[in-house]
């Protein structure tokens, strides 16, 4: 079935039945609505939820495309309902901070975020970076589907494109789509510094030298998983894939 809805231009829109579905969780009502009022002018479906407890429920029954979601949260925190929606199901997240804490950011993405905000933010960016996730989720979908023979192996490190995924000294890792992509694109030039520009633009689709310090978080939380003398840090330029010597 379509609905309508009107745009905050006035124009009306239709709503079609592959529409993306967006759950916004976070208990501020100003700042829930104006996301969700953004969103639905981008041509969004948008669900919101204002505790821990509701937003399983919803994200549970409602099955959304990505969810936008607040740490500070009554009932639990958005860490936990992170941890609760991805073991139901994997669904992008984009985590909400009111603190400018790099602790904050590592464990939102250690239990399954795929990026974060801190506010105050922008609407404008919020909802590019909604659109740049969900263009991650049809990219790695479309990778699946015609996968890329074969496993890169460079050392202990293997990179499975094919079912997207990465064993380290033949134990399996567990990457948030995100982690993988960015450990691909290092991995596709070895060796080779990338800045942080160049990895926001390939990874995220995002051109804003703003987003580097979410770069430097995924590198963090990447480093953790697989090793962080894999990676190497050119102080004011970006990263390398280090490789072993032939």
């Known amino acids: 079935m379509e609905q309508t809805h009107t745009s905050q231009s006035g124009a009306a829109t239709t709503t079609q039945g592959a529409q993306r579905r967006v759950l916004v969780v976070e ?3 100003t700042i829930v609505d104006a996301i969700a009022a953004r969103l639905r002018a981008e041509g969004f479906l948008v669900q919101t939820a204002t505790d821990g407890p509701a937003a399983v429920d919803t994200a549970e029954a409602w099955q959304p495309d990505l969810m936008i979601l607040d740490i500070m949260l009554p009932g639990f925190d958005g860490l936990e309902v992170c941890r609760r929606v991805q073991a139901q199901r994997p669904v992008p997240v984009l985590m909400l901070t009111a603190r400018d804490d790099e602790t904050d950011m590592l464990v939102g993405l ?63 890792v567990h990457l948030t789509p ?3 992509d960015l450990l691909v694109c290092l991995a596709n030039t070895p060796r080779a510094v990338l800045s942080r520009e160049q990895l926001l633009a390939e990874v995220w689709d995002w051109a804003d030298a703003s987003g580097t310090r979410t770069v430097d978080s995924h590198i963090k939380a ?15 330029v970006g990263y390398a894939l280090e490789t072993p010597n032939p």
């Open 27 to 29: 208990d501020d009502p």
């Open 178 to 180: 995100t982690e993988f």
């Open 110 to 172: 250690g239990v399954g975020a795929d990026d974060y905000m801190t506010k105050p933010f922008s609407m404008r960016e919020l909802a590019a970076r909604v659109h740049v996730l969900l263009r991650r989720v049809e990219r790695a979908a479309l990778a699946a589907a015609t996968p890329r023979s074969g496993i890169l192996r460079l050392g202990e490190l293997e990179i499975d494109h094919a079912q997207r995924r990465v064993r380290v000294k033949a134990e399996d």
């Open 222 to 236: 990447l480093r953790r998983k697989i090793g962080a003398e894999r990676i190497r840090t050119v102080h004011g």
